[in-house]
T-cell receptor
Framework: DVKVTQSSRYLVKRTGEKVFLECVQD?????MFWYRQDPGLGLRLIYF???????EKGDIPEGYSVSREKKERFSLILESASTNQTSMYLC?????????????FGQGTRLTVV | QKEVEQNSGPLSVPEGAIASLNCTYS??????FFWYRQYSGKSPELIMF????GDKEDGRFTAQLNKASQYVSLLIRDSQPSDSATYLC????????????FGRGTSLIVHP
């Protein structure tokens, strides 16, 4: 079974802190994604990566950055956390760069910024 | 901006009924379509995918695709209380995109 593991289930951080959310997948998937999920807004894509050291902006990249130094690991960084970044963050991975590949999700990190 | 639209619901059906969940998309060239189920407090998991016009059946689930109308649906037959969840429609855009764009999800409640 594909496993996507996020480092924390719950996080509470203070405004202005630098926050790291980590995600690891164990199935040699090429693609990795970070989404945030908010009530009424659904899943919105923050950043994605299709290869090591490659990254592309999604729909809402402002205030975030990412790092992919190894194929299995994709990190989301909040440079200076703000209260409007309080959300559920979901990492996902998919096998290859074609249209017919499904996404596998981690368990999610619920981040609260106070 | 490519859009995927779903009625947020909640859609409430009695146990044993057919639940019909609908999704429309704006990118006419979209090639692949996925339905994910998300239980409260859990992450989404794939239940169906469909690439060609028509129906695709898997157990109690049927996905229907009509590319001319830019419409994809999910039917759940013999609905069970355990089907109560949010159902997310995801579309991969034209040009062979591997990036899923999600609708906001439809909340389904199956009551005994």
């Amino acid at each position: 079974d594909v496993k996507v593991t996020q480092s924390s289930r719950y996080l509470v951080k203070r405004t202005g802190e630098k926050v790291f959310l980590e995600c690891v997948q164990d199935m040699d998937h090429e693609n990795m994604f970070w989404y945030r999920q908010d009530p009424g807004l659904g899943l919105r894509l923050i950043y994605f990566s299709y290869d090591v050291k490659m990254k592309e902006k999604g729909d809402i990249p402002e205030g975030y950055s990412v790092s992919r130094e190894k194929k299995e690991r994709f990190s989301l960084i909040l440079e200076s956390a703000s209260t409007n970044q309080t959300s559920m963050y979901l990492c996902a991975s998919s096998l290859s760069r074609n249209s017919y590949t499904e996404a596998f999700f981690g368990q999610g990190t619920r981040l609260t910024v106070v | 901006q490519k859009e995927v639209e779903q009625n947020s619901g909640p859609l409430s059906v009695p146990e044993g009924a057919i639940a019909s969940l609908n999704c429309t998309y704006s990118d006419r060239g979209s090639q692949s379509f996925f339905w994910y189920r998300q239980y409260s407090g859990k992450s989404p998991e794939l239940i169906m995918f469909i690439y060609s016009n028509g129906d695709k059946e898997d157990g109690r689930f049927t996905a229907q695709l009509n590319k001319a109308s830019q419409y994809v649906s999910l039917l759940i037959r013999d609905s069970q209380p355990s089907d109560s969840a949010t159902y997310l429609c995801a579309v991969h855009a034209s040009g062979g995109s591997y990036i899923p764009t999600f609708g906001r999800g439809t909340s389904l409640i199956v009551h005994p």
